[in-house]
């Protein structure tokens, strides 16, 4: 028998989180997305027109740098002009430069996705969330409000209303953002609230709650987390519609103003010439096929997330 030292032998050290390995610290949505070939589609075209907008200047460089999304024109004939050299896409009613709307209207296509989406989540995911926790009076006239909103058909609705801010704002962009934040929040209102309805009543709530955290810390640290998957699945989803929505607007003449890089003021240029788009088919190809593929990139992002988050999948080796 070996001669005992006398001193304790040292505890081996646990191992810190920083010495797992880096696949181990990646949460499983995010492997689950990144392995997903529909999310890589959609984070590839996502990025493709990310890169487009960063070097608008470079691939369409502005004749002023002051109105850098106010579209060149090559004079003032009704009738659109085919691609050639000068404007390798064509030229529009008014000969506005197609390619010059495409390059900067990705760039308007991201702000108006991202902010409007971003605002009604704001906007209706709080409202909803704080309904939703605490209740009583104050939840029933909310959702008595929510419902009146989401009674009025959602295009119509935010037609109606950027037709009077139009006049009043004198800026079609602005105005047809705000009429579909206006009518767009209450859909996250009613789901979120939902969740946050079934969230509270979970044990860890009721055990913060025993301990005596304040109600908005709660709301905050506990609830809100749990209760926001299914908000952020929508909202990817929404980039994409928000889009669309204001391209029927601009299609109407009540988005952006005159002359401004937006594909839904494009596809406006070729109401006239509906009747010949077999001759004049560049007006309508090429700003439709960059709606169709932003919007669906969104949409491939929204489902393979709505796959990750998928609560039912949890168990599943990713």
């Known amino acids: 028998m070996e001669a005992s030292t006398g001193k304790q032998d040292a505890p081996m050290p646990l191992p810190y989180p920083a010495a797992l390995p880096a696949e181990a610290r990646v949460p499983r949505w995010l ?26 200047p470079v691939l369409a460089p502005p004749a002023d740098p002051s109105q850098p999304y106010q ?9 659109p002009q085919p691609p050639n050299a000068e404007h390798p896409l064509g030229t529009t009613q008014g000969q506005y430069d197609i390619l010059y709307g495409l390059v900067w209207g990705t760039r308007t296509a991201f702000k108006i996705g991202l902010i409007v989406t971003s605002l009604t989540v704001l906007i209706g995911g709080g409202l909803g969330a704080v309904s939703g926790y605490v209740g009583g009076w104050g939840d029933e006239i909310l959702q008595r409000i929510v419902e009146i909103f989401l009674a009025f058909p959602f295009l119509l609705a935010a037609l109606t209303l950027a037709t009077v801010l139009v006049p009043k704002l004198h800026n079609g962009l602005v105005s047809g953002m705000l009429a579909l934040i206006t009518f767009g929040w209450p859909g996250y209102a ?31 640290r506990h609830v809100v987390p749990n209760a926001m998957y299914s908000l952020l699945v929508v909202a990817s989803l929404d980039v994409g519609t928000n889009v669309l929505a204001f391209t029927a607007l601009s299609f109407l003449g009540l988005g952006s103003n005159e002359g401004y890089a937006d594909w839904g003021q494009l596809l406006s ?33 929204g489902d393979a997330f709505r796959d990750a988050l998928d609560p039912k999948m949890r168990g599943q080796k990713v």
Not at 71 to 78: E, I, N, S
Not at 194 to 219: N, S, T
Not at 272 to 301: C, D, E, M, Q, R
């Open 31 to 56: 492997k689950a997305l990144l392995r997903n070939p529909i999310s890589l589609a959609g984070i590839a075209l996502v990025l493709f027109f990310g890169a487009v907008a960063l070097l608008a």
């Open 269 to 301: 240029y070729a109401r006239n010439w509906i009747p010949t788009l077999s001759k004049y088919w560049y007006i309508v190809v090429y700003p439709g096929l960059a709606l169709l593929f932003f919007v669906l990139a969104w949409n491939l992002i």
């Open 190 to 220: 009613r789901l979120i609230r939902g969740d946050v309805l079934a969230v509270k009543e979970r044990d860890f709530v009721v055990a913060a709650r025993a301990l005596g955290e304040p109600g908005w810390q709660i709301l905050i």
């Open 71 to 79: 579209m060149p024109r090559a004079g003032f004939l009704a009738e």
